[in-house]
């Protein structure tokens, strides 16, 4: 199982970017995926998921109506677009995966099985 996390990079405050994550090596229509971010020196949080069927969605409060998560079944991708980016959310960003069919996503990181690599986002002021 493989997921390949890409896009990130430098931007200015309230620029834009839109983070991809290329799953192969399972049923990516089975598995319910998820974004996080790891700041320096501080717990990695959910930032936003996706569930598998039904299309429920969650973000965590700092990024809601910035933050857009979608998924492309056929092309075994997950994406965050990221809008009115703020140097708050400079982070490393991971996707994660993991099987369920509850129709729901949590934005726990203990919830997840597979992990991508992680790409870098910093925001300038």
């Known amino acids: 199982v493989q997921l390949q996390a890409s896009g990130g990079g430098l931007v200015q405050s309230g620029g834009s970017l839109r983070l991809s994550c290329a799953v192969s090596g399972l049923s990516f229509e089975d598995y319910t995926v998820g974004w996080f971010h790891q700041a320096p020196g501080k717990e990695r949080e959910g930032v936003s998921c996706?569930?598998?069927?039904?299309?429920?969605?969650k973000y965590a409060d700092p990024v809601k109506g910035r933050f857009t998560i979608s998924r492309d079944n056929a092309k075994n991708t997950v994406y965050l677009q990221m809008n009115s980016l703020k140097p708050e959310d400079t982070a490393v960003y991971y996707c994660?995966?993991?099987?369920?069919?509850?129709?729901?996503?949590?934005?726990?990181?203990?919830?997840?099985?597979?992990w991508g690599q992680g790409t870098l986002v910093t925001v300038s002021s």
């Open positions: 994660a995966a993991v099987w369920d069919y509850s129709g729901t996503c949590s934005r726990l990181a203990s919830e997840y099985g597979y």
């Open positions: 996706l569930s598998s069927v039904g299309g429920s969605a």
